[in-house]
T-cell receptor
């Protein structure tokens, strides 16, 4: 399986943008880039996913490098509720294999 | 839809007892996944089903673990006999085709 590398933790101030990086140098042509997050004491929840082009939805934006070897999840205005573990996952289909993720802490 | 429903939310059992975890996926979803989460190992995929058929069970830790999906609206994960090292939070998830997966709230299992 193609692996991803994420920082263990990041800190942000409330109402500021947050850029969460993910490296995936061994990505294959059929791998989608998925982002999920896990709030404390909850199951993971979907954030966004993409293949080649940048993607936007109501929660976040996903910026994908031209060579697809890295991507960045962008939260445009962090709130306290965005404090969670964010997982970057590569998968050509349905099977999601979670790594360690990035623990995002948001300071008021 | 109420989302993916897991029961029980918490289970405490003695070592050696049989434990059954239950999952009701979202109606219309054709994929169902079982995950286990511990501090040491993170989120691990145990098994997944497509149209009620097990597709990949390579993550099931050992023969003490078994999973079934008798119909599209119900799945069970059974541990027999349970051991303290099985203590974890077990998540069930479902999706339709290659779309976003929805996770349940999890079952926190403690084996003493």
């Amino acid at each position: 399986d193609a692996k991803t590398t994420q920082p263990n933790s990041m800190e942000s101030n409330e109402e500021e943008p947050v850029h969460l990086p993910c490296n995936h140098s061994t990505i294959s042509g059929t791998d989608y880039i998925h982002w999920y997050r896990q709030l404390p004491s909850q199951g993971p929840e979907y954030v966004i996913h993409g293949l080649t082009s940048n993607v936007n939805n109501r929660m976040a934006s996903l910026a994908i490098a031209e060579d697809r070897k890295s991507s960045t999840l962008i939260l445009h205005r962090a709130t306290l509720r965005d404090a969670a573990v964010y997982y970057c996952i590569l998968s050509p289909g349905n099977m999601l294999t979670f790594g360690g993720g990035t623990r995002l802490m948001v300071k008021p | 839809d109420a989302g993916v429903i897991q029961s029980p939310r918490h289970e405490v059992t003695e070592m050696g007892q049989e434990v059954t975890l239950r999952c009701k996926p979202i109606s219309g979803h054709d994929y169902l996944f079982w995950y286990r989460q511990t501090m040491m190992r993170g989120l691990e995929l145990l098994i997944y089903f497509n149209n009620n058929v097990p597709i990949d069970d390579s993550g099931m830790p050992e023969d003490r673990f078994s999973a079934k999906m008798p119909n599209a609206s119900f799945s069970t994960l059974k541990i027999q006999p349970s051991e303290p090292r099985d203590s974890a939070v077990y998540f069930c998830a479902s999706n339709r085709g290659n779309t976003e997966a929805f996770f349940g709230q999890g079952t926190r299992l403690t084996v003493v």
